[in-house]
T-cell receptor, first 113, second 109 residues
């Protein structure tokens, strides 16, 4: 089945220790997104790739970076995680446009000790 | 400022009744609106999309309405079941999509 896969599902890191979350998709979609979601809150868009074009949301901290080496893979790097970065990180894709239906992965739950 | 509000954080309903969830927005003019279901610890799953020129959309036990004058969408689940218990998010068809916080629905047997 075509899908969006996120690894790992659970990630524990230490305060200030860099961490990378990964996302892959078999849908061959053009657009890939990274969201941060905290408990009982809306998913907050961090950035998205429209094909190879990277778009950062204005309020995304510099601590968060992303890479998309090819159509299928996208990575979220958190350079120096703080306690406030503990959250669920969701990867999503959409076929063509930014307002298209989004297909989400299962998420990675990040804990910062 | 732009705002999306989903009626309440939590809604409890008896099995078999119709659940109605509300999504209100201000200072947006979306061409369409989407509804997603999110289970605990999982990513959202797309349910329905309704365009601004459509009054109503149905899929099995789900019905969505979209009133661009009132700036409101209603999401109905008829004959609700405990398996419908989840958080339901509305998302405005902006570029990119803008999500609401969601309403946590609990269907009690």
């Amino acid at each position: 089945d075509a899908m969006v896969i996120q690894n790992p599902r659970y990630q524990v890191t230490q305060f200030g220790k860099p961490v990378t979350l990964s996302c892959s998709q078999t849908l061959n979609h053009n657009v890939m997104y990274w969201y941060q979601q905290k408990s009982s809150q809306a998913p907050k868009l961090l950035f998205h790739y429209y094909d190879k074009d990277f778009n950062n949301e204005a309020d995304t901290p510099d601590n968060f970076q992303s890479r998309r080496p090819n159509t299928s893979f996208c990575f979220l790097d958190i350079r120096s995680p703080g306690l406030g970065d503990a959250a669920m990180y969701l990867c999503a894709t959409s076929r063509k446009g930014l307002a298209d239906t989004q297909y989400f992965g299962p998420g990675t739950r990040l804990t910062v000790l | 400022s732009q705002k999306i509000e989903q009626n309440s954080e939590a809604l409890n309903i008896q099995e078999g009744k119709t659940a109605t969830l509300t999504c209100n927005y201000t200072n947006y003019s979306p061409a369409y609106l989407q509804w997603y279901r999110q289970d605990p610890g999982r990513g959202p799953v797309f349910l329905l999309l309704i365009r601004e020129n459509e009054k109503e959309k149905r899929k099995e036990r789900l019905k969505v309405t979209f009133d661009t004058t009132l700036k409101q969408s209603l999401f109905h689940i008829t004959a609700s079941q405990p398996a419908d218990s989840a958080t339901y998010l509305c998302a405005l068809g902006n570029t990119p999509l803008v999500f609401g916080k969601g309403t946590r629905l609990s269907v009690i047997a």
